[in-house]
């Protein structure tokens, strides 16, 4: 089963098949979401017990699936990407000030979401395996959404682009925030599939099911390459 009919919703059930992208690559930007380093540190299990240590092997799936699955995807793309000459932007929460005060209310309230993450502190920054490189840009937010927080639809529109492909975290939060709000501007979105995650894979899955067709197509990385003609990595993987 193809992109084409795989990841239907009730919605989209008889639907006709989508064209092929047929995407210029001067139009196109790779985006890669909040792939930051306080996401990806853990403590040690050693010293957890009861409730800490259930929690700390509740997200254990999550940071398999980022080592070796997403980190790999999003390398790969951006190697592609910087060969084909299609543009990389990545998006990062972080605050300009100490505390935080001019988060969005999302980003305050009690629990998951309540981030502080300081522009140039350690925990903000892009994890080194995905480094920028050179005038790669950057935008900083507060808020889930990387089009409604920043600059950057003013920034897509003044390089040129039509095209944005979405990958990084949390598949269910703010890369779905940025699709949704892309697909509002009216920018033709990808998702790739095996370049995002969710906190547990249900939720992973059920959000790209939603996505697909409405505000974005969901694809792998090997079928989005083969719909831009770049070379294919598979064997590589």
Request: hydrophobic residues 30%.
């Given at each position: 089963m193809s992109w084409k009919t795989r990841r239907r919703s009730i919605y989209y059930d008889g639907a006709p098949e989508p064209a092929d992208l047929g995407w210029d690559l001067r139009e196109t930007a790779l985006l890669v979401i909040d792939v930051q380093n306080t996401y990806?540190?853990?403590?040690?299990?050693a010293g957890l017990s009861g409730e800490a240590l259930r929690r700390w092997q509740a997200w254990t799936p999550f940071h398999e699936r980022m080592r070796g699955v997403v980190l790999p995807t999003i390398a790969g793309l951006l190697a592609d990407a910087r060969a084909a000459g299609i543009e990389r932007v990545f998006a990062r929460i972080a605050c300009a000030t100490r505390d935080g005060r001019e988060r969005s209310l999302s980003q305050k309230l009690p629990g998951w979401n309540n981030l502080l993450l300081p522009k140039d502190e350690w925990p903000s920054q892009i994890v080194p395996e995905l480094a920028p490189e050179g005038d790669e840009i950057v935008v900083?937010?507060?808020?889930d959404s990387a089009l409604t927080g920043t600059?950057?639809?003013l920034i897509l529109h003044n390089i040129g682009i039509r095209n944005v492909i979405c990958a990084g975290i949390f598949t269910d939060q703010c890369v779905s925030s940025t699709v949704r709000s892309l697909a509002d501007e009216s920018f033709?979105?990808?998702v790739v599939e095996d370049g995002c995650a969710a906190g547990a894979q249900d939720l992973h899955e059920r959000e790209l099911e939603i996505l697909n067709m409405i505000y974005c197509h969901?694809?792998?990385a090997e079928e989005l390459r083969a719909e831009l003609g770049l070379p294919q990595r598979a064997a590589a993987r």
């Open positions: 990806l540190e853990r403590p040690d299990p900083t937010k507060t808020t600059n950057l639809r033709r979105v990808v969901v694809m792998t």
